[in-house]
């Protein structure tokens, strides 16, 4: 169990629902008519382009269901930078099996390796920086366990993990009271909870600060309103900053000083890594 | 019942896994803190950068599921062309339900719809010839119905469903059997259904040519190379392009005579499209 | 909520894997086609032979499932006997729900009316005699709620509906204890539970019935061997017959004596009931 | 993985849910009372009639997750033709979880088991000919991937496994467009896929042959009309006959000259073939 | 596979759903951010009340989900009593997996046992009396099967699982009919099956007797009405007696003649048996 | 939706199991044998001892699921106090659909019931203070987001929702490290969150505060040591206090400082409330 690992029972479901999806009501047509029952298969995993390994136990979990006789040996570990042509992991076991499971354990692994190669892309660049690049609940439906996952993989740290485990308080809660009374008011209704609070101006930076969130998010502002809002803050609550974070302002935006840089791209619109699978074709029966 | 919306049984469960993951065990512990229990709130679905609209029938069902007294009324279809700040649809209802559904209904529309944006790109970059635009199963585990109805959004074409639908013979698959023996043994094995067979060289075109396939899939080659590949097969089967069809490459293989060109980028690695929900402040209790 | 039902929470479940199933990935790929949006249809399911209708409850389902805006207009009951060419139900509703639904509705309806008729069928050959027909746990796996009630529908009387109401001491229970214990064992543990006793042989009945069982199953014999089974547990134990009871054969086990009846083959084996739904061709858009 | 076995997935997620049906909440009441905890089983799973056998996947996988540590040797597979006697598995294990998985896997075993005996019985009505006998959606819910699996196993040929697989317009698609124009938008909507028309007359026919579907099917008429049909469409689709095939009339059709038999009683109304577990008495604790 | 173990499949689906609750989005941060990967732990699981032990096969159950590696090595069987600080298990395994499944280990062994412990004090309140303690259906949602499970390992017995394996006829009943006409009527509709009869007073009593029930249920009486009730139905049914039975009342009970006490508190409100997992903290890594 | 209610897509699955669990395969056998089709009943659920009601949405969505058709006006909402007698909501509709209804209904109410009215007991004997009583992880497996949301409805809050929402370092986790260095890499590997310590010794106390956690759990120890915690830790982090918690002993913890006291009792330990379904018996049909 490692903590790169996203929960073993959300990855048996994720892998048992992706196999049904993948294997239709017949099966693999191709490999059941075209290659003999008895033939083994040799081969590797194999990057196609430099990236962030991740996603490897949902990979490992989908071998097991289609077949637990599948060997899988792997030569990198769940955030290792890899390398074009890199052996990621050996296969061998039944032929079949192993293009039963080749696409569903590549859909896994390019998608979450994908997400760790641009979250680490965004820690790079803040090397040198505080600043911690944090995911965001704009995760694909079904996938984000595992895309949590792979942001750490990547370097980043983990946000929210649902609407039930902080506060954050933001504009659109702020119809019917004040940040001040809406800080007390979950304070008093989910103690012990962090309360964090969303500011769009910095107006709303004083206002929160007087009102002790424990964290502050500041949307949609320059590098130069993040510095500002950071010494406001400084001493009372460390800053959040999402809303224009790209590669290219990351740095600028780490250099304001903020703790923290949410960045919903590297989950909702990450492509995926290029992995395939090799297979040594002179193995015989 | 839009032909370009998934099955309303998998979107139902798609949705319901989507929210029991985004609520939590406790739920949205802001807006039961912040938000009165009676208020109203009124918003719109908005875009932030143009794009191409798929998943509303997705979000439809999120707020459905959390409320069904929510009023939302769309502005705009899946399919359709939208430009940044186009309002997609009105939403009117409690605002404790309006804040629970905001961020999965957002998450479906916003990946959905980044799937039939690229695919359009794709479309639009072959737009004039006879080439269709085709998904593949390279799909998010969990969510292939919804990319593969947001690819007909885009104006694409579905290739195969799963592994169950149509026999595709690769090169893994032809360690024990020739083109011909492969072909023969799918077409006794699953009469009737279509078999296609991949082809890496021009040698293997004239090979599968012989063996007469439903389909031939090259993977790999030029513009010039598929244009020969065409030729050879004119009258005996179409051609699908795979393997190095990027925006910048499209028009080119279409115009070397494609039938299809095959992108895996356009499920799994779209960047999400960026909508919003803004609301509507002046809304009272 | 009819006691010809099966419950609802097991008919919800049931209706939506089966739609899950025929639907598959991408849905109804030719209503999508050649069905145009708006179109209407109107229809009826007809009863092609005639028989014993069951499964309306699912039928019912099915249509809500796919769309609730479809009207169903049942003008038959579960139970009721059914002639060829008699209209079961209108239907009305958009054109492509109704074709969506139709297979998955008719798959379900003509299974369960198909074990009515074969009950009603073996309920017939007895009618006059006291002798109950009854099921067994010989059901399709994951139909034996709706098998369970077409029975009833059929005029006939549920067995066991798991291994865990009743206990059914067989042969291949006694290797360890005699009768007598085996039954005195299970009346300890499982007090207040009907007890029952399979005979294979006369010297069986006689040993069963000094134990004093709730009912001997008197397995393979001869309505001969039944009548003196039956005298002999006359005031002690109802005698349920199993193993040779055919349509042929079961007139002369009830004029034996026999309480019951069980028979496999009304679930195991009953073929569909022919149930068609006829559409209405003249509707317009 | 054998290509008559159904996809793995769907054994697991179909047994699991037999056996919950099953055992119900207490569990095997007479095992758990009657037969000692540490008692051992031997027996067999005995033919009482001949037939082809099927499921035994699903027979395997039954007492798999009953017991891991069953043992079961089969001595017959999927798709031999086995005699009334036979012995198609011996098995040995804790006694208590042989009688627990003893019906849900004779329920699988029989069920599918008789379809394949019926497929089997129409394939050897066509045999020297080159007809090939075809399943149909008419399957029982829940049930499609096991009872599509035991078709093949009769050495029958599958047909579609869902709507969403193929198109295959019928009369009551063509309630709006021509027979040419309904191909030609299915075309176009579902590009590289099958199209398959249903004709119920000759005149039907000529009107589809002008269209060029894939296949067509031929719907109620005589051998003689099928054999014009063959006739008119030589060169252009294959024919695939469907509604009045019997085991009587299945060859006139084959000879006739289809290409395929569509039956949906192989599937909604094969009966069980009878097979039962033969305990082997003399086993001690 | 013990009498005193629910159903292995719920077992498996009860700590499947337990663990997912248990684990959410990211898993247990503490060990994954605290404990070194590679360590071992040792521990025990150690009683810290005296009681009697009920639970075993679930817990069993989570520590195989969690890891399989972990070596779990009973030192008590369900249903032993078990005296404040005996250790019940011993545990080994990996740190982080043992400190993962621990508290959803504890929360199914705790319930479960305090469930069979309250059983036991009932049972031992009536001890030399060959009245019997049965629990109800008033068992806490989702967890019957494990509650009904942990009555028997106290030595109580079951009384029905569901609404569906007995008939129980109770004042709520009888708004349309008497006691007899609905007495003839269950049997009529449910053959074979247990018919039980609530009573209020002992002219209910009377008018149940006349109509012949299997069983007396009589509701909140005192134990000089039940033994009248007794002495009324000697010979003719068994009395079960419910509604007023304490730990204190309940000898009084027995002592009437009442063949069954039924006792909801013992599923809805036994408190749970305190058991602790303590760690052996000279495990080095 | 109110902030005392659980998430809502976690309530509809409880109760889908919860009545699937109690219907069964057969469904209801005494009301489909026993009450008419068409007979309509009224009736009120009614408080039998006094409490704090909670569960209502749960027991509101059975009724729902049974029959949407069933009207339920509520006459308490969740948190009120009830006392003996108070009807807590009036029910009207198909006379079986409310037996059928009844008892999952009442086991859901009457648990969440129960816990709420422990938890009032226990805030209630720290009225005055400022302490608050916070629940556990120790809850009812399945049942945790109810048991959380009857927890507030008592006037409690609620501690971590899963392993996942908050680090929580106990003795167990600290094998390999000092507290320091464990709240350091907690902080590390998941900053943002809650980091908390337990503490058995004021000299863990002081070793913790010096490791500025974010909350001290002080387990086991008097009300004069937990004071001094409370000193020592004033201004450094609130203090929970876990372990000798009971309703004797509360008001002395809290006159220590405690801020919270966390008692696992009232969600693994609370005797149900009792509530029960009265029927008006003069309703007709």
Redesign the interface.
Same mark, same amino acid.
């Given at each position: 169990? #490692?903590?790169l690992? !996203?929960?073993?029972?959300?990855v048996r479901?994720?892998?048992?629902?992706?196999?049904?999806?993948?294997? /239709?009501?017949? &099966?693999?047509?191709? #490999? *059941?008519?075209?290659?003999? %029952?008895g033939?083994r /298969?040799r081969g590797a995993l194999v990057a196609r382009s430099p990236g962030v390994l991740a996603g490897s136990s949902a990979a490992r979990e989908v071998f097991r269901?289609?077949?637990p006789t599948i060997e899988v040996r792997w030569g990198a570990v769940d955030g290792a930078a890899v390398a074009a042509a890199d052996r990621l992991a050996h296969l061998e076991g !039944?032929?079949?099996?192993l293009?039963?499971a080749e696409?569903?354990a590549? =859909?896994?692994l390019?998608?979450c390796s /994908?997400v760790a190669t641009l979250t680490r892309a965004f820690v790079d660049a803040v090397a040198g920086t505080a600043t911690?690049i944090?995911d965001t609940?704009?995760? *694909?439906? &079904?996938?984000?366990?595992l895309e949590?996952?792979a942001v750490r993989a990547g370097g980043g %740290? =983990?946000?929210r993990?649902?609407?039930?485990?902080?506060?954050?308080?933001?504009? =659109?809660? *702020?119809?019917?009271?004040t940040v001040r009374d809406?800080i007390e008011?979950?304070r008093?209704?989910? !103690? &012990?909870?962090?309360v964090e609070v969303e500011c769009d101006s910095l107006e709303q930076v004083a206002e929160a600060k007087a009102a002790g969130p424990d964290?502050v998010l500041v949307d949609n502002m320059s590098p130069r309103e993040v510095a500002e809002a950071v010494a406001v803050l400084s001493g009372v609550a !460390?800053v959040?900053v999402s809303g224009r974070v790209t590669l290219e302002t990351a740095r600028s935006y780490a250099e304001a000083g903020a703790?923290?840089l949410a960045v &919903?791209?590297i989950t909702?619109?990450a492509? %995926?890594l290029d992995i395939g699978?090799d297979?040594d074709?002179r193995?015989g029966?």
């Open positions: 169990m #490692s903590e690992d !996203p929960p073993i029972a959300i479901d994720v892998v048992a629902r992706a196999l049904a999806e993948d294997l /239709g009501t017949l &099966g693999d047509l191709t #490999s *059941l008519a075209v290659v003999p %029952a033939a /298969g269901q289609v077949d !039944p032929a079949r099996s293009l039963v696409r569903t590549l =859909n896994l390019c998608h /994908g911690r944090r609940r704009k995760t *694909l439906p &079904g996938l984000r366990a949590k996952a %740290a =983990n946000h993990e649902s609407l039930s485990d902080a506060v954050l308080i933001k504009d =659109n809660h *702020l119809v019917h009271l809406a008011r979950a008093e209704q989910w !103690p &012990g909870r962090v964290l !460390p959040e703790d923290y &919903g791209a909702h619109s492509p %995926a699978l297979f074709h193995t029966d």
